[in-house]
């Protein structure tokens, strides 16, 4: 195959990755309501710091160091029309310090500080990750776990599709230009 289709033909297979509905970890998304009911799952911590969660300004809960609720408790979060975007925000009560999910304009020190996995474990449930640091700490984002049920995957801005097409098209023009 001619170095230009091949390259023709990963350009395409990365647009299709980029467009598939089931998108992997993202550093930095922003959440959804899928609308219904919004299900938190308590997943888990390895920080020695002590920290809680809000969601959109609620009363702060999941403790990472408690056994109540544990693991496998799940919290009714209430009804959420679908398309609200939702703020997790982890409040670090070691350091007083609170971060929230998005790419990180909101936190203290301007960086992202959640990782998002869609369709983790269960179709459906995604999971986030925080880092309790400020910097960023040592990236693992696992000092604060938890998952969700109802979740839709945030879709990029426009102007990431504007972006995606203009770069393909560029691709295209390459490829014909050699041809020629």
């Not at 230009?4 to 550093?27: E, K, N, V, Y």
């Not at 982890?90 to 301007?110: E, I, K, M």
């Not at 400020?134 to 696992?142: L, M, P, S, V």
Request: aromatic share 10%; net charge negative; hydrophobic share 45%.
């Amino acid at each position: 195959m001619p170095k230009s289709l091949t390259r023709l033909a990963a350009a395409a297979g990365l647009f299709a990755a980029l467009a598939a509905p089931q998108a992997q970890a993202a550093l930095g998304d922003s959440l959804i309501a899928g609308g219904g009911h919004i299900i938190i799952r308590f997943e888990g911590s390895d920080a020695s710091f002590n920290s809680l969660i809000s969601v959109n300004g609620s009363a702060q809960i999941f403790p990472n160091h408690s056994t109540t609720p544990g693991p496998t408790s799940d919290f009714d979060l209430g009804d959420f029309a679908a398309g609200t975007p939702l703020d997790i925000k982890l409040h670090v009560l070691t350091t007083g310090l609170f971060f929230h999910t998005g790419p990180g304009g909101a936190n203290p020190d301007g960086i992202a500080h959640a990782n998002v996995i869609y369709n983790f474990g269960e179709p459906g449930r995604t999971f986030v990750g925080f880092e309790d640091l400020f910097g960023g700490g040592d990236r693992d984002f696992n000092d604060h776990m938890f998952s969700f049920a109802n979740i839709s995957p945030a879709v990029p801005e426009p102007s990431t599709y504007a972006l995606m097409f203009a770069g393909l098209g560029a691709i295209g023009f390459l490829a014909r230009r050699r041809k020629i």
